[in-house]
């Protein structure tokens, strides 16, 4: 069973063309400038898949560091 659905590829795809361009955007409402990274790109054209309702995974919960004590 595939975890991604066929749409939301083409949704990255989209995103990772608009980068190319240099028309992709940082931030909620496009104000933090343009997008350097294949990796960004890629993660919005996720989000904006889940966004539409497609069949993307959830995001991964953030990974909390272990504090080292210091004897």
Known sequence: MA???RSAGTDVKRAVRRKKKGKLKRGKSGKGGTVKS?????AIGLSE?????KKVPKKR?????KKTSTR
């Open 3 to 5: 975890r991604y659905s």
């Open 38 to 42: 294949r990796k960004q790109a890629i």
């Open 49 to 53: 898949a889940r966004k539409k309702g």
């Open 61 to 65: 919960a953030k990974r909390r560091k």
